[in-house]
């Protein structure tokens, strides 16, 4: 087709001035213009019926003068355009955009549109997301308190060579952002080395989540570490749940007991490990999380490794630097230094300052503390809640300490801990209910115990 023939067919509307004015005017949304000062040099007819007012007496006018919470000057000042901002107008709610014009890299004027149809509706998603966004806060800083750290560097306790020795090496975990694995037997404190490292280091702003692995069942770890979408198991959360790693990011997860980790999460541990990111349990959206790992285990994984139960590629990253804790027994000039520490913060509140006799504290260094420091914390408990005299003496210590207790059970090498304390704490009911002649009441009151809690324990224990 000739471009003259069609070009005969199709009549243009002259676009003029007047032209570009009724399209503005006519436009069911605010359209105000001013200058880069915020003097006001076009307001269309719209915005104009709906503020009651004449277009020609406001031009020139500053624009806070029409409008009192007026922005264009400050679009205009910083050059930043503002996009779906919520706007309060004659106790309504409206959404305007502002847009900074430019003349090369001059700013020249600044563009206002309000948005009245539909502004309710986008209005109330607006007041939903400052809602949302002050929830966030508050959440961010809940988290904060949550996943926060109690311990810091002060809190360890100890001045033997080997304490001072792990607190050199800890304190240079601290600049850097390397894996770390503490080992050491159980109540060494693994977890207040770990806070301490976090709480020194860049991240401290940021959360210290914990992870038990020996607590969490099988079949729900990739769900706790990894998160979850809604739907994705019987049982989950509808809305989905961010994982441990998720909600560690920009902060140091902790993985206690990750000798317990199972076989089969290893790999995914890995690889999250390496990358840095993974997927929600039914997701398909990888997920990035900025986080530095310390783990912890009372197990020998080099051992583990050997017969099979933990991956040796998984073991060597976690191993970079590698704190071990030496056990309570091996560190005896700590024992009295710990103790004293238990006394003072147990006993806050009490009016009598608590001592303990020389005979009592050589009773401490002597025992073996299978359980460590939490074990010696337990004794200062138990001694300061049977709330005796000013003076600790060897008799407010808990039978099992007792020289002819130790006799009788030694330090119990070749049995667990747990068979060990079973046996010392029937001995010590046995001990008590023979010095107040089987009555109850009275032996309950020199082992520090309610007499219900000392039924509990004869029933258990087979003590008749």
């Known amino acids: 087709m000739d471009i003259t023939k069609r070009q005969s067919h199709t009549v243009l509307p002259q676009l003029t001035e007047g032209f570009y ?5 006519n436009m069911q949304i605010g359209v105000i213009v001013s200058d880069a000062a915020g003097h006001i040099v076009y307001l269309n007819e719209t915005y104009a019926r709906f503020l009651g007012i004449d277009v020609v007496a406001q031009i020139g006018r500053h624009a806070t003068e029409v409008v009192k919470n007026s922005r264009l000057h400050i679009v205009a000042q910083t050059g930043q355009k503002e996009i779906n901002y919520p706007h309060e107008f004659k106790d309504k709610s409206f959404v305007v955009h502002r847009v900074p014009i430019r003349e090369g890299d001059t700013i020249v004027a600044v563009l206002g549109l309000v948005l009245f149809s539909g502004a309710d509706i986008v209005k109330r998603l607006a007041t939903q997301l400052s809602h949302l966004q002050a929830k966030l806060q508050m959440y961010e800083s809940e988290l904060q308190t949550l996943h926060g750290t109690r311990y810091t560097f002060d809190s360890i306790v100890g001045a033997s060579a080997a304490m001072n020795r792990l607190k050199e090496e800890a304190l240079r975990a ?10 050491g037997e159980s109540g060494t404190g693994k977890e207040m080395i770990a806070q301490a490292i976090h709480a020194d280091g ?5 959360p210290f989540v914990r992870v038990n692995c020996a607590a969490i069942p099988r079949e729900l770890f990739e769900a706790e570490l990894f998160g979850y979408e809604r739907g994705a198991f019987t049982g989950a959360d509808r809305r989905g749940k961010a994982g441990k790693f998720e909600l560690a990011n920009k902060g140091t997860i902790f993985l206690d007991e990750i000798g317990d980790l199972p076989l089969e999460t290893q790999p995914k541990l890995l690889r999250v490990l390496e990358m840095k990111e993974f997927e929600r349990v039914g997701g398909n959206q990888l997920i990035h999380s900025n986080f530095r790992i310390v783990a912890a285990t009372n197990q020998n994984l080099e051992q583990k490794v050997t017969n099979g139960s933990f991956r040796a590629d998984l073991f060597y990253r976690l191993n970079v630097i590698a704190l071990e804790l030496p056990p309570l027994r091996e560190r005896k000039e700590d024992i009295i230094t ?20 020389h005979a009592a504290e050589q009773l401490l260094i002597d025992h073996h503390w299978p359980g460590n420091a939490r074990e010696l914390r337990n004794v200062i408990e138990r001694v300061l809640v049977a709330d005796g005299g000013r003076l600790i003496t060897i008799d407010d210590l808990p039978f099992y300490l007792q020289p ?22 029937a001995h010590a009911i046995q001990e008590a209910l023979t010095e107040a002649d089987n009555n109850k009441s009275q032996a309950a009151r020199r082992l520090g115990i309610h007499r219900t809690l000392l039924y509990q324990k004869m029933k258990k224990l087979g003590i008749k």
Do not use: W
Request: hydrophobic share 40%; with cysteine.
């Open 338 to 357: 710990l103790a004293r520490h238990f006394i003072r913060c147990s006993a806050t509140g009490m009016t009598t300052e608590k001592l303990m006799d």
């Open 202 to 206: 860049a991240r401290r702003a940021y």
């Open 21 to 25: 004015k009724a399209l503005l005017d």
């Open 404 to 425: 002819q207790v130790q006799k009788k059970f030694g330090t119990r090498k070749t049995s667990t801990l747990k068979e060990y304390l079973r046996a010392a704490e």
């Open 174 to 183: 601290t600049v850097n952002d390397f894996p770390v694995l503490i080992t």
